[in-house]
């Protein structure tokens, strides 16, 4: 009941019946949150690195590939038909085309993730196969956030790593969105049309919260992945920079082993 209580709870205390009214007032606080992490306060102030920036790709690629694989397969259930927009909206290939320029053509090989990022992937492959009216709430999240705030990083990415083409930053861009304003807005209407009962509403609620906290979690194991690859590629006796041209077997295997000893776990593909 926690996340319909704060749907009708915004600043003005006027929050209608529609859902993408009630989504947004039900996640306002984690939004906040979101914006505050070590990762997106780095963000922010233009201090993106390339190895954060990098983690981040890996992730976004194991969390899209999830989301976008379980709303393709249930791309006519009648809870996702109305918000189904592959062609505008799918992160999918573009994320592999960043990779690529990032980590090379064997880019595949190389994708590591935390154990946070795993937790979301299992999320969305369950309500994929067993809730599929709850991808609602993880297509919002994810979707309306890189057409809103999202626009604003990539311009920043693009300064902060000193990129002079778009070459590493097709995430950023939607070709087929010629306005995110009005985009968003069809996107709203399309979410309202979704008939749901008061119970399925509340779960729909509630799983945009999970979604944001599950995104916040990814943000603070990647800071602290990122804070063990620096402390390790600092005591290495070479004095190489970080990050190396190729993440060495050696320098893996001592992120894992650091990674277990505090308790962040990890999954590798
Ligand atoms: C540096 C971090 C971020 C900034 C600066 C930022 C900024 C913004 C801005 C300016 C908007 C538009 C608000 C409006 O139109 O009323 C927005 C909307 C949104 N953001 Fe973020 N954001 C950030 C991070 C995130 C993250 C991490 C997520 C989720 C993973 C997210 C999800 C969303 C969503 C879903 C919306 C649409 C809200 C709605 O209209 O219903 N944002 N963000």
Same mark, same amino acid.
């Given at each position: 009941?926690?996340?319909?209580?704060?749907?009708?709870?915004?600043?003005?205390?006027?929050?209608?019946?529609?859902?993408?009214?009630?989504?947004?007032?039900?996640?306002?606080?984690?939004?906040?949150?979101?914006?505050?992490?070590?990762?997106?306060?780095?963000?922010?102030?233009?201090?993106?690195?390339?190895?954060?920036?990098?983690?981040?790709?890996?992730?976004?690629?194991?969390?899209?590939?999830?989301?976008?694989?379980?709303?393709?397969?249930?791309?006519?259930?009648?809870?996702?038909?109305?918000?189904?927009?592959?062609?505008?909206?799918?992160?999918?290939?573009?994320? %592999?085309?960043?990779?690529?320029? *990032?980590?090379?053509?064997?880019?595949?090989?190389? $994708?590591?993730?935390? +154990? =946070?990022?795993? /937790?979301?992937?299992?999320?969305?492959?369950?309500?994929?196969?067993?809730?599929?009216?709850?991808?609602?709430?993880?297509?919002?999240?994810?979707?309306?956030?890189?057409?809103?705030?999202?626009?604003?990083?990539?311009?920043?990415?693009?300064?902060?790593?000193?990129?002079?083409?778009?070459?590493?930053?097709?995430?950023?861009?939607?070709?087929?969105?010629?306005?995110?304003?009005?985009?968003?807005?069809?996107?709203?209407?399309?979410?309202?049309?979704?008939?749901?009962?008061?119970?399925?509403?509340?779960?729909?609620?509630?799983?945009?919260?999970?979604?944001? %906290?599950?995104?916040?979690?990814? *943000?603070?194991?990647?800071?602290?992945?990122?804070? $063990?690859?620096?402390? +390790? =590629?600092?005591? /290495?006796?070479?004095?190489?920079?970080?990050?190396?041209?190729?993440?060495?077997?050696?320098?893996?295997?001592?992120?894992?082993?650091?990674?277990?000893?505090?308790?962040?776990?990890?999954?590798?593909?």
């Amino acid at each position: 009941m926690e996340a319909m209580k704060s749907a009708r709870k915004n600043d003005t205390g006027d929050v209608g019946s529609d859902l993408s009214e009630q989504i947004k007032a039900a996640t306002k606080d984690n939004h906040v949150r979101a914006e505050n992490t070590q990762l997106m306060l780095s963000y922010q102030k233009g201090q993106i690195t390339l190895p954060q920036y990098k983690v981040l790709l890996c992730s976004l690629y194991e969390i899209y590939k999830a989301l976008e694989e379980e709303m393709d397969r249930n791309a006519s259930h009648p809870a996702v038909a109305p918000i189904y927009f592959p062609q505008e909206l799918a992160r999918l290939e573009s994320l %592999e085309q960043d990779l690529e320029h *990032f980590f090379g053509s064997d880019w595949r090989k190389r $994708v590591i993730v935390p +154990a =946070a990022t795993h /937790r979301y992937q299992q999320r969305l492959r369950q309500i994929g196969r067993e809730n599929p009216e709850l991808l609602v709430s993880h297509a919002y999240t994810r979707y309306l956030g890189d057409l809103s705030g999202g626009q604003v990083l990539g311009k920043i990415t693009q300064k902060s790593l000193g990129l002079s083409s778009k070459e590493g930053l097709s995430f950023f861009s939607f070709p087929g969105v010629s306005s995110p304003n009005r985009f968003k807005q069809l996107y709203r209407s399309r979410m309202n049309s979704i008939e749901l009962s008061e119970q399925q509403k509340e779960a729909v609620l509630q799983e945009a919260v999970a979604a944001f %906290e599950l995104n916040i979690q990814v *943000f603070d194991d990647l800071q602290k992945m990122l804070s $063990v690859t620096t402390e +390790a =590629a600092e005591q /290495r006796p070479t004095g190489s920079s970080f990050p190396p041209p190729l993440i060495t077997v050696q320098l893996a295997m001592g992120l894992c082993v650091a990674l277990a000893t505090i308790g962040v776990g990890m999954y590798s593909l």
